[in-house]
């Protein structure tokens, strides 16, 4: 089975072609995506009527594009290609579209050209949920993780999604039946990161600029809380941090100079991912505990981030447990079609086009 997916939830525009193999094997033939990120540089953030009037642009291109990397063709004339891409479609199973949490702007542009392409080619298509589709990722093609080499993934699985917009943790104990344990009361991850990152002076998206920072030292002798670390819930919270880090260089200011010195800015993103990500890790490595499951999988832009990864791994072995922690390569683990691909295929639910609509705030059931 093949099939082509769209995501388009925020300021990333993407297409895939993804196919189910007879082994079961999640692979991915294309994947494709514009982004309209270096204009929300500009702002510092995300404006969502830019965004969506971006996706606009850049669908057809995106879906065009990924039709024709499927074959291997990405060299043939703007003529032919378009010929092409039509001629592939034909030999599309079904279509997959990202039909919330999202930018409503954004949404509709996906929802609405899927729905169309469903209608006039008579082909079945599976609206997909975008946070449950960034753990799915971790099934795409020869899976391994950081440290072990496996082969599968078993349920059942604590899966944490750390994103830009969202933190959750989850049980799954199959693909349908799953549990909401906790999330973000405030700020996500990745918002936190690009929101302190602004207060530094770092450009948009600060996620992976706080990374590089911190990876110039090897540990700092700042402290920042760690939010709701102690707390018995499966719930985050990362706004007071960013407030914290706010009020900390503006006494740094007052006190030495105005301009933050590259240690000074290495420490603080030290400290900043060292408060975010030990209860991330914390809380998820107790989910699993809890309900007894020994492997986790993490999702998200956040889950690129090499020492969130490394200190998980860490964790596992200071306690001495024997889990499984599962990432997305890092080009599947920020917005990406060929994770809604491969959620549409492990969960294949085909629904009628005329009863898709973009769910802006989609929750899990
Ligand atoms: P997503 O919403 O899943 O597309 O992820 C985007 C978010 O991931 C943004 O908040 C980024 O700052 C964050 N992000 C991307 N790469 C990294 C990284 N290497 N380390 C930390 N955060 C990252
Ligand atoms: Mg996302």
New binding site residues.
């Given amino acids: 089975m093949k099939i082509l997916a769209i995501e388009t939830s ?1 300021d ?1 525009t993407g297409a895939a072609v993804v196919e189910k193999d007879e082994k079961g094997l999640i692979k991915v033939l294309s994947n494709v995506i514009a982004t309209s990120s270096s204009l929300h540089a500009k702002t510092g953030g995300i404006i969502p009527e830019s965004a969506a009037r971006e996706q606009i642009k850049f669908m057809i291109p995106v879906i065009v594009a990924a039709l024709i990397e499927s074959k291997n063709k990405a060299k043939l004339s703007s003529g032919n290609k378009f010929k092409y891409a039509k001629h592939i479609l034909t030999s599309i199973d079904a279509i997959a579209v990202t039909h919330g949490p999202g930018l409503i702007g954004s949404l509709l542009v996906g929802v609405e050209t899927a729905k169309t392409l469903s209608f006039a080619l008579n082909k079945p298509i599976i609206p997909v949920h975008h946070l449950l589709a ?1 753990l799915y990722a971790n099934f795409i093609g020869e899976i391994s993780n950081f440290k072990f080499q496996i082969s599968n993934i078993q349920f059942p699985f604590i899966g944490l999604i ?5 933190t959750d943790l989850l049980y799954f104990k199959s693909h349908s039946n799953f549990k909401w344990l906790g999330g973000t009361r405030d700020d ?4 936190a ?2 929101k302190i ?1 602004r207060i530094l002076g770092l450009p948009y ?4 600029e ?2 590089k920072r911190a990876n110039k030292i090897q540990g700092s002798t700042l402290k920042f809380q760690s939010p709701l670390i102690n707390s018995e819930d499966f719930d985050f919270s990362f706004s007071g941090l960013k407030t914290e880090v706010a009020r900390f260089i503006q006494e740094e200011r007052d006190r030495l100079s105005p301009e933050i010195g590259v240690t000074d800015l290495g420490n603080i993103c030290y400290a900043v ?1 060292e408060a975010i990500f030990d209860v991330l890790i914390k809380k998820t490595i107790r989910a699993a505990k809890l309900y007894k499951t020994w492997t986790i999988l993490l999702g ?3 889950s ?3 020492t ?1 990864r490394k200190s998980f791994e860490q964790s596992i072995i200071n306690n001495k447990l024997s889990m499984q922690i599962f990432s997305p390569e890092k080009k599947f ?3 990406n079609a060929a994770m809604i691909g491969a959620y549409a295929l492990l969960n294949y639910k085909p629904v009628n086009w005329e009863k898709i609509k973009a769910q802006p705030d989609l929750y899990f059931d």
Avoid: F, K, R
């Avoid at 996500?188 to 918002?191: I, L, T």
């Avoid at 998206?205 to 992976?208: A, E, I, L, T, V």
């Fill in positions: 925020c990333e960034h750390v994103s830009g917009g969202h996500a991850a990745g918002e990161l690009d990152g998206p600060s996620g992976p706080i990374e991912q998200g832009g956040v690129a981030n090499q969130l683990a920020t917005d």
